[in-house]
């Protein structure tokens, strides 16, 4: 059970606007008391938290825990403790497992996992497959997922293709409030692609992937969104296109959302030169033009949520020519010191809309209601020291993969701990 005193955070809670030096008085994983110099009776553990910073906790709606089907590479556990050292007290699985979460018995069993990991610390949330098996060809059963517990819908790894399809998909998952989370990715024009197609693709004799692709998919699901007057999330954007898009439908007031990745807005296409297969993913890394849209989607807010898309592979996996590995790398553990090193250290968002995208706006997304930081309330915190400097060295990840490109990255901001579900990580 979680009994501490949390003393002199900044709290920082961009749902109501709190920002503020404060204790915070947690017993057996409530919140007693919220305020100024608080005190506490009897023996409890005191953390001194000055110069740190408690937020709600983050969730990160874009993970592959790649359970059940693909337990070398990362097991429900494993996922886990990546995402409490990262700072994460809830992820969002996507559905390309082996089965794919299409049927109810395939969420029961990521649920019931979930809750013997760590004693329950990190909520895990399914993300059931559209369409049976993802193929694209016939819807899977929507209404048994969603009772089951989906909290959205994806084919993540494969686009929802048919357009009738997608449509009814829409229309199907608004019954119920969910979103549908599309990959972007128009098949054709990128069969056999393995990096962005551009200048660098073509000096390096290797197949590519254009921008335009991701463009021509989400313009034909903003039409369908528009006609259906349903909720659509873009996953990891990538390219200046796609953005202006989802910024059109915002300025018509669509119901759409995005997410871009640290690696969208931290390394472009100049990366893949070194041939190393820990630069290979899918969307893959674009132009630098690419990079500077993403900076300034998120500065705007058109962006609305930073996500991961953790993509574990074995080392072996990875060990191979460039045109024969394996998409991904990678992401829960490097993400809160990216995003504060490349967006908040160099003045492009503020402390306060970090957290909005890291917790806030995925929770509205997905229809989960808002942490309270207040008396009564279960606590569900991040902490994050905002200032302190590390390398990332991969193999001290958590996770049970080390694919990332951003080993021996010197970074600021780490989180320090998260408590969730009376159950607390630290890990300073």
Known sequence: ???????????????????????????????????????????????????????????????????????????????????????????????????????????????????????????????????????????????????????????????????EIMRRALEYANMFKKPIIQHAQEMSMTRGGVMNEGFVSTGLGLPGMPGVAEDIVVSRDIFLVEYTKTQYHVAHMSTAGCLELVRGAKERKMQVSCEVTPHHFVLTDEKVRGYDTNTKMNPPLRTKEDVEAMKEGLRDGTIDVIAT?????????????????????????????????????????????????????????????????????????TIIDPSIEWTVDPQQFKSKSKNTPFGGFRLTGKSVGVINNNQAYWSA
Request: with cysteine; hydrophobic share 40%.
């Open 309 to 381: 898309d953790h993509a574990p592979h074995s080392y072996d996996e990875k060990q191979v020519e460039y045109q024969h590995a394996p998409f991904g790398i990678v992401g829960l553990e490097t993400a809160i010191g990216l995003s504060i090193t490349e967006l908040v250290m160099k003045k492009i968002i503020s402390l306060n809309q970090l957290i909005e995208k890291f917790s806030v706006n995925p929770r509205r997304i997905l229809h989960l209601p808002d942490i309270r930081i207040e008396a009564g309330s279960p606590a569900n915190l």
């Open 1 to 163: 059970m979680v009994s501490v005193l949390l003393k002199n955070g900044r709290l920082i809670d961009p749902a109501t606007g709190r920002d503020e030096t404060a204790d915070i008085l947690i017993r057996e994983g409530r919140i007693e008391k919220v305020g100024q110099s608080v005190s506490t009776s009897g023996k409890i553990e005191v953390k001194d938290l000055k110069g740190k910073i408690i937020a709600p906790g983050f969730i990160d709606m874009h993970v592959h825990l790649r359970e059940p089907g693909f337990e070398h590479k990362e097991t429900i556990l494993t996922g886990c403790q990546s995402a409490a050292a990262g700072g994460f007290t809830a992820v969002c699985c996507m559905p390309n497992t082996n089965p794919a979460i299409d049927d109810a018995s395939v969420i029961r069993f990521i649920q019931e996992k979930g809750k013997s990991a760590l004693g329950g610390l990190v909520d895990i949330y399914p993300v059931a497959a559209v369409t049976k098996e993802r193929k694209g060809e016939t819807l899977a059963p929507m209404a048994e997922l969603s009772e089951a517990g989906a909290i959205a819908f994806s084919d993540d790894g494969d686009p929802v293709h048919d357009s």
